[in-house]
C-alpha cells in the first residue's frame, strides 16, 4: 500500500516538474510560429498599420482667409 503511495507521489511531482517546461516550449514554438507567418504576408506585400494616426494641422493663414 505504501509502494503505490510512493509512486502516485512521484507521478504528480513529476508531472508539475515537467508542466512549466513544456509551456516555455510552447510559447517560444507559438512565437516563432507568429513570426514567420508575419514574415511570409510581408513578403506577400501585406502590412502592418498603425492605428493611431497625429492629425495634421492645418494653416491657420488659410483659414482666416476663407
Not at 508531472?15 to 513544456?22: D, E, I, M, Q, T
Amino acid at each position: 500500500m505504501e509502494a503505490m503511495m510512493k509512486t502516485k507521489i512521484l507521478r504528480y511531482v513529476a508531472v508539475l516538474l515537467v508542466v512549466p517546461v513544456l509551456s516555455g516550449c510552447w510559447l517560444l514554438a507559438v512565437g516563432g510560429a507568429g513570426a514567420y507567418g508575419g514574415y511570409k504576408a510581408k513578403e506577400e506585400g501585406y502590412g502592418l498599420q498603425n492605428p493611431i494616426t497625429k492629425e495634421k494641422k492645418e494653416n491657420k493663414t488659410t483659414d482666416q482667409k476663407k
